[in-house]
């Protein structure tokens, strides 16, 4: 069996061991505090400040716009440092004091919608940091065997914060100022980087050191458009987050003027989603063993395409809840399946490039999704962007099929397990190290 090559104190007797439990418990704990604010800002803004529909929108675009502008740069600088942990510690510490500084504002007299947008804009800058600091520590964390178990958890756990997260801001602002909610996430800040900080150190990159930052830039979104494989991989996800919004544009419409449900109906089915992404993130690791990472991520695409087709068709609420559970669960599996596989065949130099570079593709197609949702809604019916979506959903489903074939991801963990001068893998599939009874031959060709 091939692991990615890591540094002989860093190899872990069992799992999940002391390193990665650190990790795991920053994220969550980070992740917990991010989803109480994503109740609390909006209501700050609205509620004590008084913002307007016009200062909303901008108040969205800077929570967006600086972490958008910053990922690769960022990440190509992330990949040259020696020492990741203490500029990631500072990162968490910042984000404490920026978030803490609202209520302080607020309990000043001072907080208005200016500040407000200063604030949500730096914090929005410091998580474009923090995403590029963070995402190769968990490769040089986890034994290769373990990514796919590792993903799992931690997107189980962001599901789970998604679904506490926003319920606790709600409840503790029905009781306390907004301002003084936000707290929390100031301090889950300040405990994620105390777990940070005692994360075992990770060994530093080699080379590109004494390129320009532009330049190794450039190097990791090269290395992403030449490779079929991690093409495909990223234009998943970027195509999927256009079809995604143009149904998130028009869903609180189609729930409320279609299947008749009010406010608290439509947070229930928003929670059948995120609890069906609860139940595809504990089970990627089954179907990457039974079908093979690249079958795998082309069945959960699917499974995507055809559950957002049925929303589109679903006569009542029971209906759409089970087809956005189903779509959610498809989400959640292709969100632990994917950055699996693209942390295993990633050199360790480039993997904040790679994963930026594909995080910056799928977020710049967002927007794109909004307008096609708002448009076709006008246009056409409050049922015409759902249907375009799966549509869209599936026709992506049948592009990349070939791109992400499980042959060609064999051969680039053989190209990977090589080049890090480990054993070959019988394999080839981290998925499969766990069941050899299911090594078959695989009959896809590679395209």
């Known amino acids: 069996m091939t692991a990615i090559t890591r540094p002989e104190g860093n190899v872990a007797e069992g799992f999940p061991d002391r390193g990665f439990t650190a990790y795991w418990s920053a994220i969550g704990v980070s992740q917990f505090g991010t989803a109480v604010s994503m109740v609390t800002i909006p209501l700050i803004a609205v509620l004590t400040i008084g913002a307007t529909p016009e200062q909303m929108t901008w108040l969205v675009v800077m929570e967006l716009a600086p972490a958008l502008l910053t990922g690769v740069p960022a990440a190509a600088w992330a990949d040259t440092l020696h020492r990741r942990l203490p500029p990631l510690i500072g990162c968490n510490v910042v984000q404490a004091l920026v978030v803490g500084a609202i209520p302080l504002l607020w309990w000043l007299g001072s907080l208005d919608y200016p500040a407000l947008l200063v604030l949500v804009g730096v914090s929005s800058l410091v998580r474009g940091l923090q995403s590029a600091l963070a995402g190769p520590i968990l490769v040089q964390t986890v034994p290769r065997e373990h990514l796919v178990d590792a993903n799992g ?87 999927g987050n256009v079809a995604f919004l143009a149904v998130e544009t028009v869903l609180a419409l189609f729930a409320h003027e279609r299947l008749g449900v009010g406010t608290f109906g439509f947070g229930l089915l928003l929670t059948a989603e995120a609890c069906g992404g609860l139940l595809g993130a504990g089970i990627a ?30 006569p009542d609420p029971y209906l759409a809840g089970l087809a956005l559970a189903v779509c959610g669960a498809g989400i959640g599996a292709t969100m632990v399946l994917g950055p699996s596989l693209r942390q295993a065949i990633v050199p360790a130099r480039l993997m904040g490039r790679v994963a930026s570079t594909s995080r910056m593709l799928a977020m710049c197609a967002a927007p794109f999704g909004a307008f096609l949702g708002g448009w076709l809604a006008t246009t056409y019916g409050i049922r015409t962007p759902i249907y375009a979506a799966g549509g869209l959903l599936l026709a992506m489903t049948a592009v990349t099929a070939t ?18 001068g480990s054993v070959r893998p019988q394999s080839g599939d981290p998925l499969r190290e766990d069941a050899p009874d299911l090594q078959r031959p695989i009959d896809v060709p590679a395209r």
């Open 153 to 239: 958890k931690t997107n189980a756990t962001r599901s789970v914060a998604d679904i506490g997260g926003p319920a606790a801001g709600g409840m503790l602002t029905a009781v306390l100022a907004a301002p003084l909610v936000i707290l929390v996430d100031a301090v889950s800040f300040l405990l994620s980087a105390l777990l940070v900080r005692s994360l075992p150190a990770v060994p530093p990159p080699t080379g590109d050191g004494r390129e320009s930052l532009l330049r190794q830039a450039r190097a990791g979104a090269s290395y992403v458009f030449r490779d079929r494989l991690l093409l495909g991989l990223a234009l998943r996800p970027a195509v």
């Open 403 to 420: 791109m992400t074939s499980n042959r060609r991801v064999e051969a680039a963990l053989h190209r990977a397990a090589s080049t890090g």
């Open 285 to 314: 690791s089954f179907l990457g063993r039974r079908l093979g990472t690249g079958t795998a991520l082309t069945c959960t695409a699917t499974v995507e395409g055809l559950a957002i087709l049925g929303l589109a068709t679903a």
